[in-house]
């Protein structure tokens, strides 16, 4: 795709604002071509979990790929329950206040639907920043995340969802089909274009028995469920308990409310197991590689229903979190109840799922996502085609 050209010298600052492990790995195809574009200006801003050593510290993988950091925010986060989520809402706020109007920024870029982008995006508006949103018009019915992906949705002014059923949605939410454009999944860009390390060199580094097969496992909070964060966790390690040989690579929970109450959970549960690994982080590369060699993915990511359909294995889907999202075939859905992830387990590991998860077609893109971000992201800024002054779509009197 042949970017359009600024015409003049100036060049364009393009704010990042990343804030856990998971959404850099799905934003740094798009940093890349930021920062190594002629006409921009990386503006690279570092917060959130990346700065906490309890979460991994996550910010060396961005200092291992050489990206400049233009700012680095600490915000003291505490994932107890919800009053400390909206606490650390707050220090968000506090944290982010005149940080857009000291960068002076032509857009800024965030990406999904974590609690975090609500104070900073509020604070790019208030800043007349115009946002741009990957991954919005998305449905997840059994999380707080599903309001939270559409309150950022209506900050933002340009929109990058992963699929025509999502471009559809946000302009249903009002905002002009001028605007919003399917671009496809960045996980999917990142199963297509990245250079994986081999099974045998994967299992070596992140120290996994070369003579069992494994499954990978991420767990996090079902926010909106109606069992405490401390059942859920019990009635999936229960499961996994019965399943002797096979090997469970975990990664931890993110910081939603609870999360810290599932990682205590993960951590006791694989210290007594010694089929278990438990992981705070891995870089994008390191993820992706465990997920190819895989049986598959068990838990609740969105990670299970985007990127793991592309390795043609199934993912066995717990819970309400990702409902209301496209899915592949080779995913198996169940309940949050012990019984019922065997069942879905053993069902993943049948011939008949296994053989539709390889010929599974993947919903989420073709594969070329930070290109066409980036191109858009610098049309409306060339072309002056930015006014913060949104009039609302309504779709009974226009065309979707």
Not at 166 to 171: L, P
Not at 270 to 275: E, L
Not at 285 to 295: D, P
């Amino acid at each position: 795709m042949k970017f359009p050209e600024s015409g003049d010298d100036i060049v364009m600052k393009i704010g990042v604002v990343t804030t856990t492990r998971a959404e850099y790995g799905l934003l740094k195809n798009l940093i890349k071509r930021i920062d190594e574009d002629p006409d921009t200006e990386l503006n690279l801003i570092v917060t959130g979990t990346h700065l906490i050593e309890d979460y991994g510290l996550t910010i060396h993988y961005i200092e291992k790929d050489r990206f400049p950091i233009t700012l680095k925010i600490p915000v003291e986060i505490c994932s107890k329950d919800s009053a400390s989520i909206s606490q650390t809402m707050g220090r968000y706020f506090m944290a982010f206040a005149g940080v857009f109007e000291k960068l002076n920024l032509d857009f800024v870029v965030v990406l999904g639907d974590r609690y975090e982008l609500i104070p900073i995006c509020y604070c790019a508006a208030n800043a007349k920043t115009p946002i741009a949103h990957i991954s919005g018009g998305e449905v997840t019915e059994g999380a707080i995340d599903d309001a939270v992906r559409h309150c950022i949705t209506k900050l933002s002014y340009l929109h990058f969802p992963a699929c025509e059923t999502y471009r559809r949605r946000i302009i249903q939410l009002g905002e002009a089909p001028e605007r919003v454009f399917n671009v496809g999944d960045p996980g999917v860009e990142n199963v297509r274009i990245m250079e994986l390390k081999s099974e045998e060199s994967i299992r070596k580094k992140l120290g996994i028995n070369s003579d069992l097969p494994y499954f990978s496992v991420i767990f996090h909070p079902v926010t909106l469920d109606e069992l405490s964060p401390e059942r859920q966790i019990q009635e999936l390690i229960m499961a996994l308990d019965t399943f002797k040989d096979i090997q469970f690579v975990i990664m931890k929970s993110n910081a939603d409310s609870g999360g810290k109450i599932i990682n205590d959970y993960l951590e006791e549960f694989v210290s007594n197991h010694d089929n278990c690994k438990l992981f705070s982080s891995l870089s994008i590369e390191e993820y992706l590689a465990l997920q190819k060699y895989s049986l598959g993915l068990i838990g609740n990511s969105s990670s299970g229903i985007v990127e793991t359909p592309c390795f043609g294995i199934p993912t066995v889907n717990i819970g309400d979190r990702q409902k209301g999202r496209l899915f592949a075939a080779g995913i198996v859905s169940c309940r949050i109840e012990k019984n019922e992830i065997i069942k879905a387990i053993k069902l993943a590991m049948s011939e008949e799922i296994v053989s539709q998860a390889k010929a599974a077609v993947n919903p989420y893109g073709s594969g070329e996502t930070s290109a066409e971000i980036l191109y858009h992201i610098k049309r409306h800024i060339i072309n002056h085609d930015i006014n913060l002054k949104k009039s609302f779509y309504d779709i009974e009197d226009n065309k979707i």
